[in-house]
Nanobody, 113 residues
Framework: QVQLVESGGGLVQAGGSLRLSCAAS????????MGWYRQATGKQRGLVAT?????SSNYADSVKGRFTISRDKNTVYLQMNSLKPEDTAIYYC?????????WGQGTQVTVSS
């Protein structure tokens, strides 16, 4: 089992910044991909960004140039700059290793206009 603890969500005005963190613990073998997904009200959960064990990253087009994903061992971060109201959603951390994946509990990000 792997446990994920997320933090860093909140309310921010458009143009502001937030930093999300997700710390993984438990049965971890050092080859996990980690990432962030988000789900807005009435919409499906979708990719925000992922990062491989080697540090390669991938972003949704809608956040490129504004969001930066990084990791320090088993903690993944999402630095979100120039936030827009359409970024409002619940953000979920995902941990994937050897074909098994786990989700965090989600953290709310609300961007006011």
């Amino acid at each position: 089992q792997v446990q994920l603890v997320e933090s860093g969500g909140g309310l921010v005005q458009a143009g502001g910044s937030l930093r999300l963190s997700c710390a993984a613990s438990g049965n971890i073998f050092g080859s996990a991909s980690m990432g962030w997904y988000r789900q807005a009200t009435g919409k499906q959960r979708g990719l925000v960004a992922t990062i491989s064990p080697g540090g390669s990253s991938n972003y949704a087009d809608s956040v490129k140039g504004r969001f930066t994903i990084s990791r320090d061992k088993n903690t993944v971060y999402l630095q979100m700059n120039s936030l827009k109201p359409e970024d409002t959603a619940i953000y979920y951390c995902k941990f994937s290793e050897f074909g098994t994946y786990y989700w965090g509990q989600g953290t709310q990000v609300t961007v006011s206009s």
